[in-house]
């Protein structure tokens, strides 16, 4: 029961490079989601999806795409980094049923130099 | 817009009591609290919808106003293990997404 799982834990990337972080789950969740926390922040929705081929924004998508060609996978694309999208990016996932909570991955910290 | 979260942090004693509170200025469905420790995930605690009941999880309980749209988490009789970051997630009407506050901080101490 690996629950969400992040790869990779720790990544460091020149301005301008591009990557892309892996989220899976095996819990058969519908929705998925990416949030950042930067310090002082609290955590704050990049993009999130409710089922397959479903994606949407939240509240800070510039500078990332996603696609959900399956419903165990969630993969995070960062275009072009840049020294702002230094922080840790969290997954989390959980059923579309209201009473469902969130299980969040283990979290990858990236730093853009 | 994002809860805001008060006292952003607090120091107790072992077997003290604190309460955290959430509010919005948006109608609220349910709101979801979460704990995080230093350098771990956010670990679901407890979610409360719409009915104002009570719920609870250890000593932790938490209730929910949905006529001030704001939400209380109590931790009682805390114990060391309570110490870390509290964040509440507040869902509207629609859709799944959560919108999370700002986090308190809190450390029980011997």
């Known amino acids: 029961n690996a629950g969400v799982t992040q790869t990779p834990k720790f990544q460091v990337l020149k301005t301008g490079q591009s990557m892309t972080l892996q989220c899976a789950q095996d819990?058969?969740?519908?929705?998925m989601s990416w949030y950042r926390q930067d310090p002082g922040m609290g955590l704050r929705l990049i993009h999130y999806?409710?089922?397959?081929?479903?994606?949407d924004q939240g509240e800070v998508p510039n500078g990332y795409n996603v696609s959900r060609s399956t419903t165990e996978d969630f993969p995070l694309r960062l275009l072009s980094a840049a020294p702002s999208q230094t922080s840790v990016y969290f997954c989390a996932s959980s059923y579309l049923t209201i009473q469902s909570g969130y299980t969040f991955g283990s979290g990858t910290r990236l730093t853009v130099v | 817009q994002q809860p805001v979260q008060s006292p952003q942090a607090v120091i107790l004693r072992e077997g003290e009591d604190a309460v955290i509170n959430c509010s919005s200025s948006k109608a609220l469905y349910s709101v979801h609290w979460y704990r995080q420790k230093h350098g771990e995930a956010p670990v679901f605690l407890m979610i409360?919808?719409?009915?104002?009941e009570q719920k609870g999880h250890e000593k932790i309980s938490a209730s929910f106003n949905e006529k001030k749209q704001q939400s209380s988490l109590y931790l009682t009789a805390s114990q060391l293990s309570y110490s870390g970051t509290y964040f509440c997630?507040?869902?509207?009407?629609?859709?799944?997404?959560?919108?999370f506050g700002g986090g308190t901080r809190v450390l029980v101490k011997p």
């Open positions: 409360l919808l719409k009915g104002g």
């Open positions: 999806s409710v089922g397959a081929g479903i994606t």
């Open positions: 997630g507040t869902r509207g009407a629609a859709g799944n997404k959560l919108t």
């Open positions: 819990m058969n969740h519908e929705y």
